[in-house]
């Protein structure tokens, strides 16, 4: 059963994003602390989990988006909400720093050599992907395009390139090992004891329950946002990059908010660096759903500047974690705070646009 959304009223869409929103909040908040389990019970790496398993589940939503929204026609708003998307994550980054860890900076205590391969290989997609937007399609094969192709093979490329590392990094960061507050090591303690008699099994269904339950309220949030896009008049464009952008985000919020909570700090910027380089690979759905021509011309080119705007602020996340600085400004990390100017800014700059 399709919903239809077009002939109700702006208040009724309204309220029907919020309660995809909230679907998608609720779902989000037990995701990490599942990830988590599963890392530690495997052996799996902190920030490989948090890129691929948690990345790839609070991604759902934009899978759910990207499909519907490209299904229907309606290009711009997928392909806004992707390089949209990808800014609008690092800020969450931000905004956790600032009201999770008052007093200390959140990349203090993420000293980890992959998070810096995660973010040169994330650069490296959203500037690929800008590229792909400001020259239009190449060509297409068998009436795929070639950039969306292109894209999906350098996410899986950079996926192994993370993998690899992560097993056997070259070097290690040195000086001191800031060691997380007392109540974040409490926390994830008692955590682990609460699933201390849970198989594995059990917690991967837990994981594939609460994903479904995102992928759910993401598509809600795709039908009502491009509903309240056609009957605000604010524009696919626009909307795609803010409302929907911002919904779609609430995994990474909620996942996030949760794992710096008990003390996962890698792992939390493990997972906004992986959803946004799954974001980029996401070009290849919306193609293949997306019947009217190839997505890429479809999108305009002004959204390029969304994905340069993601490449800013990514850069000053891993100039943080390089330089680990243990100085606030209004309780957040100095990084933290000129993110979130660059991200209101660029938004100001973007609606001129």
Same mark, same amino acid.
């Given at each position: ?65 990207? !499909? &519907?929204?490209? @299904?229907?026609?309606?290009?711009? $708003?997928?392909?806004?909400? %992707? #390089?949209? *998307?990808? +800014? ?17 900076? !959140? &990349?203090?205590? @993420?000293?980890?050599?992959?998070? $810096?391969?995660?973010?040169? %290989? #994330?650069? *490296?997609? +959203? ?227």
């Amino acid at each position: 059963m399709m919903l239809s959304l077009q002939d109700q009223s702006l208040l009724a869409n309204l309220g029907v994003f919020l309660v995809g929103a909230g679907m998608v909040w609720f779902a989000g908040t037990k995701l990490s602390q599942y990830v988590d389990l599963f890392a530690d019970r495997t052996g799996m790496g902190k920030a490989f989990a948090g890129a691929l398993l948690l990345g790839g589940a609070t991604s759902l939503p934009e899978l759910a988006t990207t !499909l &519907t929204s490209a @299904s229907s026609g309606a290009a711009e $708003l997928a392909g806004t909400n %992707l #390089l949209g *998307g990808v +800014v609008m994550q690092v800020a969450v980054l931000a905004i956790i720093d600032a009201f999770v860890l008052r007093g200390k900076p !959140l &990349t203090l205590f @993420s000293p980890q050599s992959s998070l $810096l391969i995660s973010g040169v %290989l #994330l650069i *490296g997609l +959203v500037a690929l992907a800008s590229a792909a937007v400001s020259s239009g399609e190449l060509f297409s094969i068998f009436g795929v395009g070639f950039w969306p192709l292109a894209l999906f093979a350098a996410y899986l490329f950079s996926m192994w390139v993370i993998y690899r590392y992560e097993g056997d990094p070259r070097w290690e960061p040195r000086g001191d090992i800031t060691q997380p507050p007392e109540s974040a090591r409490d926390l994830k303690d008692a955590h682990e004891d609460k699933f201390r008699d849970v198989s594995t099994g059990k917690l991967i269904a837990f994981f594939a329950l609460a994903s479904l339950a995102v992928l759910g309220g993401g598509f809600v949030v795709a039908k009502s946002g491009e509903a309240i896009a056609n009957q605000s008049g604010l524009g696919q464009s626009f909307i795609g990059a803010t409302l929907v952008a911002l919904a779609t985000s609430l995994p990474e919020v909620s996942t996030t908010y949760s794992a710096v909570r008990f003390g996962a700090y890698s792992m939390a910027a493990a997972n906004i660096l992986g959803t946004n380089s799954l974001e980029i690979a996401l070009f290849l759905p919306a193609e293949l759903a997306y019947r009217e021509g190839n997505i890429i011309d479809a999108v305009p080119p002004s959204a390029a500047f969304l994905g340069c705007l993601g490449i800013v602020v990514t850069s000053l996340y891993l100039w943080g974690i390089l330089e680990r600085r243990d100085r606030t400004i209004l309780g957040m990390g100095y990084d933290s705070f000129t993110v979130l100017l660059t991200y209101v800014g660029g938004l100001a700059i973007y609606w001129t646009l």
